[in-house]
């Protein structure tokens, strides 16, 4: 059996691992897994272990447990009020901590100081004790969490961070209260703002950590948005709307145009043209006939179904594609942090230490009580995991800044650090290889016919229709400024073509077959042609007017312009690339010849591209998926690490770890070669973090007082321990210097291959001859925006390259300045100039 729970109060890795082993325990589980970022725990076990058991061996580790199914709650809804909440309590925080640390530290860096803190001990230590209460209030949780967990033998994180302060604390109290009893004279030492220092610091990092939390809920609530709420059945003899999850297995739907299938059936009645690239990431639409197979959350874009429903509910093509991304989402443990997995250990020893060290004082050294305390205090002091805490996340913040700069953008730190140990590139073939929109790509010619001729008789006749490949000719001749005539008597033939009359001609285009069945003669030349454009990938289109061919006109998902170089780029990285897709093997083929693939998995449906990926990880690899439609979620939560198209479904982009804005493949070049970067920089921390507590614990424990008289006060161990903190941020700033290697590996490689674009010389032509605008545009915030008005002007055929920080995107193609302006206008932004 396999049963599912919420579990409250987990912090940090550590606690997931305790929540594990206390699951674990209980007699007749056979395993237990934790997912931290969804607050879950998934137990298999057999009959003798009640989940009632389970629930009360995880409360007496010290964690909250409930049923899944008596837990309902909106999640996302929690964890963006757990930002907001970590948000607010870091400011006010911060705002506390900037008077205390001026008062207490101003003088010692020559900045002038209130008199009463030279002339009034007692006045000044109250003023400091009243700045750092509210700062101890804000974060008391680092207190209730961290001491309840060192008493259940099980300390975490916040178990370092509250040992740190509350040694500063008390110490500082004990002094205040010898000088409010006369015992001392002058200014004690007081480390309140080192109390107030180590909460404020590590707060910083939770709060960078609870954003990075909670995407694949976001996922999940997307891809339920693709089902209709309500449908259309026939009950009775009668069409009644009914709400989807009613409909019952067996009954008929009915379907119009532009509507949503609510469920998997076949067609009984009626035919039409479905558009699937929402669950397929395919184009190009597919069309339906009475036997064929409708599948739900597809838009019927031209025609009239009838259909039996097949499957319904649960059962349905797209609440597969959910229950897989949660399987996957719950299997998938996040990587655990260096120093929460060594806090078990470090938390007692340190306190070990500083006991030790003070008993050892007190018998053996003869020393009196205030030494002793002192000493003990020091140890702990100079431990405080402030170092420990940052060495991470700092370097992870700068990290992600400037990869955001490069155009990706990376949502955990998990993902940012397996990043650089992938050695598997899975690739998604439409929209991430290619350009995910169909265009012409060659123009065969009969006999006394030219190009201009065909494409402007082949697009005058395909203008009324609404299929892709009909579009990415009449895209083709409005580049090319070619006249179109209007047409009469337009009619589709399903399966075959299209016909109409124009200037008294008739016209036909379709198929090879469509050719023959209209009694057009084809030559032997000319159907070989088109078989090699066939083998190559690319779609051949037979144009005929009056019985007579006029040419063959080729279309085609192309090709990215760098999807070539950035393949190079990851094999020389010593990574293996391998092509996924749903598409049929012919073109996937040839599309692999074309980027310098050479492993092909083709005919994928969209339930197994995950279990593709989890057979490459059978095989020890760390695999990345790289993908931009809804068919390619469950893979990319499934994957180490997953990569969404910034261009892509918005469903692709939630379930993915990092998105590449710029929807190009070199960008995950560069992720990776960041990824790389960073864990190197965060092994240099939390090698110093570990090397100063190394020597500074020895020495705080009076390790030099025998022989050189030398002791650590508390208040040396508290810069000690902010030096190290500073330390560890400027080693990770040195990140800011990264740069990419877009630049660098600026070859043009993809260019090289003819067989990507197979033009014609006056195609080439042309597209040498395209310019470039700068367009000035306002409103545009953050990486999100940019992938907007990216996606906008790229939907006009030209190539745009976006830059956030100029506020500027450079357009190299053939587009009006109005065009222009209306594409960004529409995608909410402002145009300021255009050059």
């Not at 003088?107 to 230590?125: C, D, E, I, K, S």
């Not at 053996?364 to 996340?393: D, E, K, N, Q, Y």
């Not at 700033?733 to 090289?752: D, E, F, I, N, T």
């Amino acid at each position: 059996m396999t049963d599912k729970f919420v579990i409250t109060g987990m912090t940090c890795a550590a606690c997931a691992a305790h929540v594990e082993r206390a699951a674990a325990s209980v007699p007749g589980v056979h395993s237990a897994s934790v997912n931290l970022m969804l607050g879950s725990l998934v137990c298999d076990h057999d009959d003798s272990a009640a989940p009632e058991a389970i629930i009360t061996a995880v409360q007496a580790a010290g964690y909250g447990a409930a049923p899944e199914s008596a837990a309902r709650r909106d999640l996302h809804a929690e964890q963006d009020a757990a930002v907001k909440s970590m948000g607010r309590r870091l400011l006010w925080s911060v705002i506390c901590l900037v008077p205390l640390f001026y008062l207490s530290m101003g003088h010692m860096m020559g900045l002038p100081v209130p008199m009463f803190m030279h002339t009034q001990p007692l006045l000044a230590a109250f003023v400091l004790l009243a700045l750092t209460v509210p700062i101890l209030i804000l974060n008391r949780s680092y207190f209730t969490v961290g001491f309840s967990r060192l008493f259940k033998g099980a300390p975490n994180m916040d178990s370092l961070v509250a040992l740190g302060a509350a040694a500063g604390l008390v110490y500082s109290l004990i002094e205040m209260g010898l000088l409010a009893a006369g015992k001392v004279t002058g200014m004690p030492d007081l480390y309140f703002e080192s109390a107030g220092m180590i909460l404020a610091l590590v707060t910083v990092g939770k709060y960078l950590e609870e954003r990075s939390k909670g995407k694949t809920t976001g996922a999940i609530t997307a891809l339920l948005a693709l089902a209709p709420e309500s449908a259309v059945v026939r009950r009775d003899g009668q069409e009644v709307t009914v709400p989807t999850e009613d409909i019952r297995k067996g009954e008929t739907v009915i379907v119009r145009q532009g509507g949503r299938i609510p469920v998997d059936g076949t067609v009984t009645a009626g035919s039409g043209v479905a558009d699937e690239s929402a669950l397929t990431g395919e184009s190009m639409p597919v069309e339906k006939n009475v036997g064929d197979k409708a599948v739900s959350a597809t838009i019927l874009t031209g025609g009239y179904l009838e259909l039996t429903a097949d499957r319904v509910g649960a059962d349905t093509t797209l609440s597969q594609i959910v229950q897989l991304m949660e399987q996957a989402a719950s299997g998938k443990a996040p990587i655990s942090r260096l120093a929460d997995k060594i806090s078990a250990v470090f938390v007692p020893v340190v306190i070990s230490i500083a006991v030790i060290a003070a008993v050892l004082w007190a018998t053996a050294g003869g020393m009196g009580v205030r030494f002793c305390l002192s000493v003990g205090i020091a140890v702990l002091v100079i431990s405080c995991p402030c170092a420990l805490g940052l060495a991470t996340p700092v370097a992870i913040t700068v990290a992600t800044g400037k990869a955001a700069e490069q155009g990706v953008l990376v949502k955990s730190a998990a993902s940012l650090e397996l990043m650089g140990r992938i050695d598997t590139v899975v690739l998604d073939k439409t929209g991430t290889v290619t350009e995910g929109k169909p265009r012409v790509t060659d123009v065969l010619c009969a006999e006394n016919m030219d190009e201009s001729t065909l494409l402007s008789a082949a697009a005058s006749l395909e203008k009324p229709s609404e299929h892709p490949l009909a579009a990415a000719i009449v895209e083709e001749a409005q580049q090319r400024e070619l006249p179109l005539q209007p047409v009469t008597a337009f009619s589709a033939v399903a399966g075959g073509g299209v016909t109409a009359k124009a200037e008294n001609v008739v016209l036909l285009a379709g198929n090879e077959r469509f050719m023959d069945s209209s009694g057009v003669a084809v030559s032997e030349a000319m159907r070989s042609a088109a078989a090699k454009l066939a083998e190559d990938g690319k779609t051949p289109l037979f144009i005929a007017g009056n019985g007579a061919l006029l040419g063959v006109i080729a279309v085609a998902d192309v090709v990215k312009e760098d999807s070539a170089q950035a393949i190079a780029a990851l094999r020389d990285m010593g990574c293996e690339v391998v092509l996924l897709t749903g598409d049929n093997r012919r073109t996937a083929e040839a599309i692999a010849r074309q980027v310098g693939v050479d492993r092909v998995i083709a005919q994928v449906l969209p339930q197994d591209k995950a279990r593709c990926v989890q057979e490459l990880q059978a095989e020890g690899k760390k695999a990345a998926m790289v993908g931009d439609g809804i068919n390619d979620a469950p893979a990319l939560v499934t994957a180490d690490v997953g990569l969404a198209i910034g261009a892509g479904t918005d469903v692709a982009i939630e379930s993915a770890d990092i998105v590449l804005m710029r929807s190009s493949l070199m960008d995950i070049v560069d992720a990776a070669a960041l990824s790389r970067a960073t864990v190197r920089n965060i092994r240099q921390n939390l090698f110093w973090a570990f090397f100063y507590n190394a020597i500074g614990i020895p020495v705080a424990a009076g390790a030099l007082y025998p022989a050189f008289g030398i002791t650590l006060n508390p208040m040396i161990a508290a810069a000690a321990m902010s030096l190290s903190s500073v330390c560890v941020v400027s080693n990770a700033l040195r990140l800011r210097g990264w740069r990419s290697r877009r630049k660098k590996a600026a070859a043009p490689v993809a260019k090289a291959a003819p067989q990507v674009y197979d033009r014609t010389e006056t195609n080439s032509k042309e597209a040498d001859d395209m310019g470039k605008k700068t367009i000035t545009i306002k409103g545009m915030m953050c990486a999100h925006c940019v992938s907007h008005v990216e996606k906008a002007l790229t939907a006009l055929g030209v190539q745009a390259d976006v830059d956030l920080a100029s506020g500027t995107a450079v357009v190299t193609g053939k587009a009006d300045d109005e065009a222009l302006r209306k594409a960004v206008t529409d995608a909410g932004y402002e145009v300021v100039d255009i050059k």
